[in-house]
Nanobody, 120 residues
Framework: QVRLVESGGGLVQPGGSLRLSCVAS????????MGWYRQTPGEQRELVAD???????NYADTVKGRFTISRDNAKNTVYLQMNSLKPEDTAVYYC??????????????WGRGTQVTVSS
């Protein structure tokens, strides 16, 4: 099976930085777009940023200018550099790959999430 595993979350002060990583593993033929979502208890999961296989990016208005998404296709890895963090960025951050090709077909995969807490 395909697994997406996030890492890099933690506790930081407002204005600080974190770098999240997500590694996809398994019998993968191809990964198209990858993205980062976040969710606070009681709220909908929202898209933070996504990136095409060719490197085109899209960001939520709330994180533009502060977050940067990137990827390394050879390593099946996507990153999220988060700068100038605010308390409202506190959430569980999830990695998503909506179109992953394997021998068993094409599927949408999610990681289990990593906690980011921004607090004084």
């Amino acid at each position: 099976q395909v697994r997406l595993v996030e890492s890099g979350g933690g506790l930081v002060q407002p204005g600080g930085s974190l770098r999240l990583s997500c590694v996809a593993s398994g019998s993968i033929s191809n990964i198209n777009a990858m993205g980062w979502y976040r969710q606070t208890p009681g709220e909908q999961r929202e898209l933070v940023a996504d990136i095409t296989r060719g490197g085109g990016t899209n960001y939520a208005d709330t994180v533009k200018g502060r977050f940067t998404i990137s990827r390394d296709n050879a390593k099946n890895t996507v990153y999220l550099q988060m700068n100038s963090l605010k308390p409202e960025d506190t959430a569980v951050y999830y990695c998503n790959a909506p179109n992953v090709r394997t021998d068993w077909g094409t599927n949408n995969y999610w990681g289990r999430g990593t906690q980011v807490t921004v607090s004084s």
